[in-house]
């Protein structure tokens, strides 16, 4: 089955910086790729996606890259903020016989914006 | 729309003893998923549901069953409860557009704690 690597497991920059994360999967039939931010005490929300035909999408301050020939995706945070301090998670997707997408996530970063 | 609703928020169990975690979800989703998180080990896929009456095994289903009688409500049955079971359980649900990679939708979250 898939395996999703992410690091790092804990993240801290000043206000302002840029933040990375990236991750590595496993299973070349991987095709889809969303990162989930959780806030503290939270439900998992979707922050941004790309799939395997495109190498970059953004969405005004985060980013995300993906080399399909390395297997591996990274998110990217521009201009941090308060706000942005939370867990986010990358995830791999596969199509399962049935049609739908079978999500296998990373372990997390936990990203502290410094004031 | 609620979106997704999650019974109970939070529950001790004995070792043995057995519960339902009750999903549902008002927006026609024909898809949804259980998963469990656990500190340092991410979102793992439990069960999930293609349609009524449609299930499959994710990553991590022993200990667990579910069932799908009706579009809209999804339940995972702990049939002996073990410490190990101790975790934050999230449902999800999503829309299963042709073609399409759709964002999944989570639940507030369950937290068991078994002793």
């Known amino acids: 089955g898939e395996n999703v690597e992410q690091h790092p497991s804990t993240l801290s920059v000043q206000e302002g910086d840029s933040a990375v994360i990236k991750c590595t999967y496993s299973?070349?039939?991987?095709?889809?790729f969303p990162w989930y931010k959780q806030e503290l005490g939270k439900r998992p929300q979707l922050i941004i996606d790309?799939?395997?035909?495109?190498g970059e999408k953004k969405d005004q301050r985060i980013a995300v890259t993906l080399n399909k020939t390395a297997k591996h995706f990274s998110l990217h945070i521009t201009e941090t903020q308060p706000e942005d301090s939370a867990v986010y998670f990358c995830?791999?997707?596969?199509?399962?016989?049935?049609?739908?997408?079978?999500?296998?996530f990373g372990t997390g970063t936990r990203l502290t914006i410094i004031p | 729309n609620a979106g997704v609703t999650q019974t109970p928020k939070f529950q001790v169990l004995k070792t043995g003893q057995s519960m339902t975690l009750q999903c549902a979800q008002d927006?026609?989703?024909?898809?949804m998923s259980w998963y469990r998180q656990d500190p340092g080990m991410g979102l793992r896929l439990i069960h999930y549901?293609?349609?009524?009456?449609?299930?499959d095994q994710g990553e991590v289903p022993n200990g667990y069953n579910v069932s799908r009688s009706t579009t809209e409500d999804f339940p995972l049955r702990l049939l002996s409860a073990a410490p190990s079971q101790t975790s934050v359980y999230f449902c999800?649900?999503?829309?299963?557009?042709?073609?399409?990679?759709?964002?999944?939708?989570f639940g507030p979250g369950t937290r068991l704690t078994v002793l």
């Open positions: 999800a649900s999503s829309y299963a557009g042709q073609g399409a990679y759709n964002e999944q939708f």
């Open positions: 299973d070349s039939a991987s095709n889809y």
């Open positions: 790309i799939r395997s035909n495109v």
């Open positions: 995830a791999a997707s596969i199509r399962s016989n049935f049609g739908n997408e079978k999500l296998t």
């Open positions: 927006m026609n989703h024909e898809y």
């Open positions: 549901s293609v349609g009524a009456g449609i299930t």
